[in-house]
Each structure stands twice: as structure tokens, then as C-alpha cells.
């Protein structure tokens, strides 16, 4: 059975950092593209971040490129989302997604989702 359970979400103020888990179980980050979603109050859900296990491309959302990093430990089965200088707009909860399926990054459609870890800026 397929998992994603993140954690590490929290409260933090502007300019903060947080780092996000979703550790994996059921298959393997070698062979399923996997990344970060987020959805505010009243706005639609939006990818944040993706990984291509095929190629080990990268993608990121305008609004987050040069402050937050995404990174997988295969050995853990487990991804990262490294969120430095936090903004208010920011806040969201964000889960974790995952498809076997590589164009999930460019078309934003996991066929997995994690529970989700709620992230808070404010001061």
C-alpha cells in the first residue's frame, strides 16, 4: 500500500525557515516522480515543488524559485522541502504527492496524496 506522511509543519514568523518530510512507504523513490503541493484558505490547491526520478529534473512554482529547496533521500525513501525567508502568502497547508507516472511535474497531477502539514507564517 502506497504512503506519504509528511511532517515539520508549524508556526513560524516572516523571513523564518522550515523544512517539510514526507517519508514514503509502498514503493520507492527510484521510479515515481514525487513533490510538494499547497493549497491556502479560499484559493485553489497549486504545485510548489517536483522531482523526476527519470532524469532527477527539477521544478518550482515562480512564486518560491531562489527560497525553497526540494531534495530526496532515496536511501530513506524520503523528500524534503528546505522553505527559507517565509512569507506571509506562504501559508498553507502543503502535502505531499507522488505518481509513477514522470509528466505528474510538468502537469501537476499525482495520483498520491499524503495528509497534508500545516505551515503558518505570521508574526
Known amino acids: 500500500q502506497l504512503q506519504l506522511v509528511e511532517s515539520g509543519g508549524g508556526l513560524v514568523q516572516p523571513g523564518g525557515s522550515l523544512r517539510l518530510s514526507c517519508a514514503a512507504s509502498?514503493?520507492?523513490?527510484?521510479?515515481?516522480?514525487i513533490g510538494w503541493f499547497r493549497q491556502a484558505p479560499g484559493k485553489e490547491r497549486e504545485g510548489v515543488s517536483c522531482?523526476?526520478?527519470?532524469?532527477?529534473?527539477?521544478y518550482y512554482t515562480d512564486s518560491v524559485k531562489g527560497r525553497f529547496t526540494i531534495s530526496a533521500d532515496n536511501a530513506k525513501n524520503t523528500v524534503y522541502l528546505q522553505m527559507n525567508s517565509l512569507k506571509p502568502e506562504d501559508t498553507a497547508v502543503y502535502y505531499c504527492?507522488?505518481?509513477?507516472?514522470?509528466?505528474?511535474?510538468?502537469?501537476?497531477?499525482?495520483?498520491?496524496w499524503g495528509q497534508g502539514t500545516q505551515v503558518t507564517v505570521s508574526s
Open positions: 522531482i523526476s526520478s527519470s532524469d532527477d529534473s527539477i
Open positions: 504527492a507522488a505518481d509513477i507516472d514522470q509528466a505528474m511535474c510538468a502537469l501537476w497531477d499525482p495520483g498520491y
Open positions: 509502498g514503493f520507492t523513490l527510484d521510479y515515481y516522480a
